[in-house]
């Protein structure tokens, strides 16, 4: 399959390829969420949530393999470094008791998918202490053993935990293409240049392209 893609078509096989939706949880989509007591705009990542659906329903109808990240870290905080808990001075830490449980919690409310991308039975779903998915997750092994080589990455947000996804991918030898209106970030420059960045000089990191590109692509092969 091919996908018309920046700076030049991506091809890839279904069967090595996986799509990877990072941190696509309610404390950080929602209203009322850790998000927006950080004094986000939560409305720009919500905006990306029928596009990213659609794009999910498409690869499942397909038979891809998902993969589903929350960030999130253990109840008693082990895998949480102090620096990453007292960096900053945030009104809630880590761990603290926020509006939809504690904040980054495994298994607080806030803490889950949201509702709409749900994970179903025979996806992967990872909680990463980390920015980046493979930090202290298996997830590399896992992925190996499906012989997986291509990886599609939606989520947010696109410069933190997305862009360090990617780069940690690209690293480890995946191919990785970000999917343009499935991503979105706080800031909305950071999100134009990290699509910039990724795609730069011959897709240093990877490739962008449209939703519908891909969407075109899995018609295309059907
Ligand atoms: C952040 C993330 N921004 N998922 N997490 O802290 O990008």
């Keep these: ?72 870290h253990k109840a008693d905080l082990s895998d949480c470094p102090p620096a990453k808990r007292h960096r900053g001075n945030p009104s809630l830490r880590i761990g603290d008791e926020g509006p ?21 039975e ?12 493979f930090y202290a997750t298996g997830l590399h092994e896992l992925l190996q053993q499906r012989g997986i080589t291509h990886l599609l990455f939606g989520g947010v947000t696109t410069e933190v935990c997305v862009q360090t996804s990617m780069r940690e991918a690209n690293d480890r030898g995946y191919d990785g293409l970000l999917l343009e209106d499935c991503t979105e970030s706080y800031f909305p420059a950071f999100k134009a240049a990290t699509l910039d960045m990724i795609r730069a000089q011959g897709a240093i990191v990877g490739w962008t392209a449209p939703s519908a590109a891909l969407l075109a692509a899995l018609d295309n092969a059907a």
């Design 1 to 72: 399959m091919r996908i018309e893609a920046n700076p030049f078509a991506y091809a890839f096989e279904l069967k090595h390829t996986a799509l990877v939706l990072i941190d696509m949880q309610r404390d950080f989509i929602e209203p009322g969420g850790f998000g927006e007591t950080l004094g986000n705009d939560v409305s720009l990542l919500e905006a990306i949530v029928p596009a990213t659906k659609a794009a999910l329903a498409a690869w499942r109808k397909a038979g891809g393999l998902v993969v589903h990240t929350r960030e999130a």
């Design 100 to 120: 939809m449980g504690r904040i980054l919690v495994a298994g607080e409310p806030g803490n889950q998918i949201i509702d709409a991308l749900a994970p179903v």
């Design 122 to 133: 025979g996806e992967i779903v990872i909680d990463k202490p980390g920015k980046g998915m």
